[in-house]
Structure formats: structure tokens, C-alpha cells
């Protein structure tokens, strides 16, 4: 017995060394959230080891906002494999707390730009999506804009407009660190700084995607006034900029080396643009180091000459083809009475995985 509670102090001292020596690596994120099952919210709580001290003391000042920070790290995860599942990094995620997005968290590079980006967006979209729906108390519709315009005008303000400022507030909350003196001409960005310019790049584009709705009024359906009122973009639009902004990224010089080159201390970023500080690795190999899965195995599009494609998609390795047996349901018919009758179709596909 004695033996036994030796081993587990030298077990629990060995965690605390590995801690305190590897803080990032073993730290966890609240974007692990985005990969966890829906539908629980009995496991959600404000003590939950993935929410950072600052975090977990907004969560306990405001817990009614819990389920809205879950679905938006869901609702970000999933756009991201979207928009970049046919791409040699493919936002693939582990469940670890502490490695969600692997190295690409930390690395500085466009793909972390494009992570924090929309990790703010998606979290500003849900929390906003639950204002106009009527499930906060603290917040609404957005009524500053009704009573504008008028009937000889043909169209006023009205309905419900996403109040998207309140969403953008808890968004800046809960991700930034309140990191003063982002960045300046000579000084360039940390990580830090750099992440949270992006985070902000990423609640705007929730704004720039907005839409103006409007429904006519009239005898008849004349349309004789128009009642109008601003609607968030559906996440994939959001998603589709956001992945403009990454194919249009600028890299900006990095605080912590000591060389700077000249035309980067001048060169003005927008609030816009997404920025990073590291160039991107090829993603052709594996690297378990690094969280780089590598896509030998990736099924491609033998005649795509986009990102889907096998030469680019296999880094110039090759590609395996594969014949595959599909079996489905056809010319189905209606039987009187009463069922539907079905003949057994078979196909032979070609599939085609890099080596």
C-alpha cells in the first residue's frame, strides 16, 4: 500500500514538472468545444478545466451564455473543414483539450490567422443568433435603426435586426487578453498580438457580410412600403470571406527576431486583413510532432487541376486508384397498394488516394 502511494506522488510530482516546464503544449482551449458532441448541455459548466481564469469568471457573471459559446465553436470548426477540406490542411481537429487544432494553433502561420479568425466569427454569430431568437435577457433585437425612413420614401426601419454589437462585445471578451500597444511600426506583433488582430478581423467580417431584408406592404401585395431590417450572412458566406481574407494574407515581421526588413516596419495592415508571422509548411508529410496528419491516404479528383487534384494534393507522390462497388436503390416504383417496389443498381467507381 505504501509502494503504491509512493508511485502515485512521483506519477502526480512528474505531471506538475511536465506543466510547469511545457505550459503551452499542455495547456487546453475552449475550442475544444467545437469538437465534442451537441446536444449536451448538462456537461457544460463554468468550472470546465477548457475555459481559461478569466474565461471561467465571465462564464460565471454571464452562464446563460455557455450553450451559445459551445454552438459557435461548433458552428467554426465545421465551416473551417468546409472551406479547406479539398486542401492539403484540411482543419483537421484531435479531442485532446490541449492539441484541437494541433501546431497550427501556435505557429503563427495562415492557418492560424484563419483559426482565430473564425473561431471569433463563429462565437459572435451564435450569440447573436441567440439575442434575436428571444433567449437572452440581456439582449435583443437591434432597435436603434427603427423608425428611420419614411412612408413617402417608400420603405422604413422595422422587424428584428441582429444585434450583432452585444455578440461582438462577448466575442472580444471572452478571446482577447486585452493586449495593449497591438503592434507598432517598429516594434512588429507577437503571437499574441497577431492572434488577436485576427480575432478581430474575424468579428468584422460578421458585419461586412450583413444583409439588408425587406418586406413589402400594400393592397394587393403592392409594395407600397417596404419594412427593412439588417440580417446576419448564413455562416457559410461568412466562411467563403474568411477564406478570401486567408488567400489574401499578409505576413508582418515578428517582435521577437532581431532583424526587421524596412518595408515591413512601413507596410499599414488593415483591421481587415488577416496577418501571420511564419510561413506555412507544405503539409505532405506526416509530422506527429507537429499534429501534420500529411494526406497519403486523401482521396483526390484524378482530373481536377485545383487543390483537389492528384498532383497537387499528392505533393507529386503518385496516386493509388481503387475500384469501388456501389449499391443503391433504383427505378423505384409506387405498388397499389401499398409500398414501393425497388430494383438493386450496381456501379463501379474509380477512386483515387494519394500515396
Not at 458532441?37 to 478569466?54: H, T
Not at 500597444?181 to 485576427?198: D, E, I, P, V
Request: positive net charge; aromatic residues 8%; contains cysteine.
Amino acid at each position: 500500500m505504501e509502494t503504491r502511494s509512493s508511485g502515485v506522488r512521483h506519477m502526480c510530482a512528474l505531471t506538475l514538472l511536465l506543466v510547469s516546464v511545457c505550459p503551452l503544449c499542455c495547456k487546453a482551449s475552449w475550442m475544444w468545444l467545437g469538437v465534442t458532441s451537441a446536444g449536451a448541455p448538462e456537461q457544460l459548466s463554468c468550472g470546465d478545466p477548457v475555459l481559461s481564469a478569466r474565461q471561467r469568471e465571465l462564464c460565471r457573471r454571464k452562464p446563460f451564455l455557455l450553450p451559445s459559446v459551445r454552438d459557435g465553436a461548433q458552428l467554426a470548426v465545421s465551416e473551417c473543414q468546409n472551406q479547406f477540406r479539398q486542401e492539403r490542411w484540411n482543419c483537421s481537429t484531435s479531442r485532446e483539450p490541449t492539441a484541437v487544432f494541433g501546431h497550427e494553433l501556435t505557429s503563427g502561420t495562415k492557418e492560424t490567422a484563419f483559426i482565430y479568425a473564425v473561431m471569433a466569427a463563429g462565437l459572435v454569430h451564435s450569440v447573436t443568433r441567440s439575442c434575436s431568437q428571444g433567449n437572452m435577457t440581456e439582449c435583443g433585437c437591434d432597435a436603434r435603426l427603427r423608425g428611420g425612413g419614411t412612408a413617402p420614401e417608400g420603405w422604413h426601419w422595422g422587424g428584428c435586426s441582429d444585434h450583432i454589437q452585444f455578440g461582438t462585445w462577448f466575442s472580444r471578451k471572452f478571446m482577447d487578453n486585452s493586449v495593449k500597444n497591438m503592434s507598432t511600426s517598429r516594434g512588429g506583433y507577437t503571437l499574441s498580438t497577431m492572434n488577436q488582430h485576427n480575432s478581430g478581423a474575424g468579428r468584422q467580417a460578421i458585419e461586412r457580410t450583413m444583409s439588408t431584408d425587406c418586406r413589402c406592404h400594400g393592397i394587393s401585395g403592392s409594395c407600397a412600403v417596404k419594412t427593412c431590417w439588417r440580417s446576419m450572412a448564413p455562416f457559410k458566406r461568412v466562411g467563403a470571406y474568411l477564406k478570401e481574407r486567408y488567400e489574401q494574407s499578409v505576413q508582418v515581421s515578428d517582435r521577437s527576431r532581431r532583424k526587421m526588413r524596412k518595408k515591413d516596419r512601413r507596410r499599414p495592415v488593415d483591421k481587415h486583413q488577416l496577418i501571420y508571422l511564419n510561413k506555412s509548411p507544405n503539409y505532405c508529410l506526416e509530422d506527429r510532432r507537429r499534429g501534420i496528419a500529411g494526406t497519403r491516404g486523401r482521396r483526390c479528383n484524378r482530373t481536377s487541376t485545383g487543390p483537389d487534384g492528384c498532383n497537387l494534393l499528392c505533393c507529386g507522390r503518385g496516386y493509388n486508384t481503387h475500384v469501388v462497388r456501389n449499391i443503391q436503390r433504383c427505378e423505384c416504383k409506387f405498388v397499389w397498394c401499398c409500398y414501393v417496389h425497388c430494383r438493386r443498381c450496381e456501379s463501379m467507381n474509380d477512386m483515387h488516394t494519394c500515396k
